[in-house]
């Protein structure tokens, strides 16, 4: 159980387009989805929390309007990058806390590669 | 505001060598969690354990095991007798109770067990 899926695994587009990565929990219902970008070498860092039904929390220096998250639902997260640019292409992991369960408790997805040219 | 130190950037070692990867962590809450993550190429997150703060008993896992000091703020992790399946990078990660419990990340630590 705990299963966090995301599609796409990896994802190419040019420079001034937008592209939506989702994050779903697949056996479980998530209350808290947060998302983290992780360049080459480099560690994991957060970028936002989302609840479900309310507005996403951003970290500092993470701009809000060019990564657009949505948690509609208990299962659901996505990511938007819009307008990319090559310095976008990184690695985004998201991770899921299930409803109900110890604060801790996180399960992370696969991750998404993206490419920007 | 939580903090983890992998002060170790990279490490090489030879199969079936013991290796410690370091952990230190900073935190002003008296609650909060430890982890361990295992990152091969595939980029793929692999969770190996978590502590939380009350519990500072050393844990072993077949050939992996942990060792919690509250007071050094320390959280190292040794693998014994290395096999060249091991190598990925290793991230020690701190979650806070009243901070939301988002997941702080070290820098990690290459490891690389050559044959």
């Known amino acids: 159980g705990a299963v966090v899926s995301q599609h796409p695994s990896w994802v190419i587009c040019k420079s001034g387009?937008?592209?939506?990565?989702?994050?779903?929990?697949?056996?479980?219902?998530?209350?808290?989805?947060?998302?983290?970008?992780?360049f080459p070498k480099q560690s994991l860092m957060l970028m936002a929390t989302?609840?479900?039904g309310s507005k996403a929390t951003y970290e500092q220096g993470v701009e809000k309007?060019?990564?657009?998250i949505n948690h509609a639902s208990l299962t659901?997260?996505?990511l938007t990058v819009t307008s990319a640019h090559p310095e976008d292409s990184s690695f985004y992991i998201c991770s899921a806390r299930r409803q109900g369960a110890l604060s801790y408790e996180q399960y992370f997805g696969p991750g998404t590669r993206l490419t920007v040219t | 505001a939580q903090k983890v130190t992998q002060a170790q950037t990279e490490i090489s070692?030879?199969?079936?060598e013991d290796v410690t990867l370091d952990c230190v962590y900073e935190t002003r809450d008296t609650t909060y969690y430890l982890f361990w993550y295992k990152q091969p190429p595939s980029g793929e997150l692999v969770f190996l354990i978590r502590r939380n703060s009350f519990d500072e008993q050393n844990e072993i896992s077949g050939r992996y095991?942990?060792?919690?000091?509250?007071?050094?703020?320390?959280f190292n992790f040794t693998i014994t007798a290395s096999q060249v399946v091991d190598s990925a990078v290793y991230f020690c990660a701190l979650s806070e109770e009243y901070n939301n419990n988002d997941m702080r990340f070290g820098a990690g630590t290459r490891l690389t067990v050559k044959p």
């Open chain 1, 50 to 52: 989302s609840n479900e």
């Open chain 1, 76 to 78: 659901l997260s996505t």
């Open chain 1, 65 to 68: 309007d060019k990564f657009l």
């Open chain 2, 13 to 16: 070692v030879v199969e079936k």
């Open chain 1, 17 to 38: 387009t937008s592209v939506k990565i989702e994050c779903r929990s697949l056996d479980f219902q998530a209350t808290t989805m947060f998302w983290y970008r992780q």
């Open chain 2, 65 to 74: 095991s942990w060792n919690f000091q509250k007071s050094t703020s320390s």
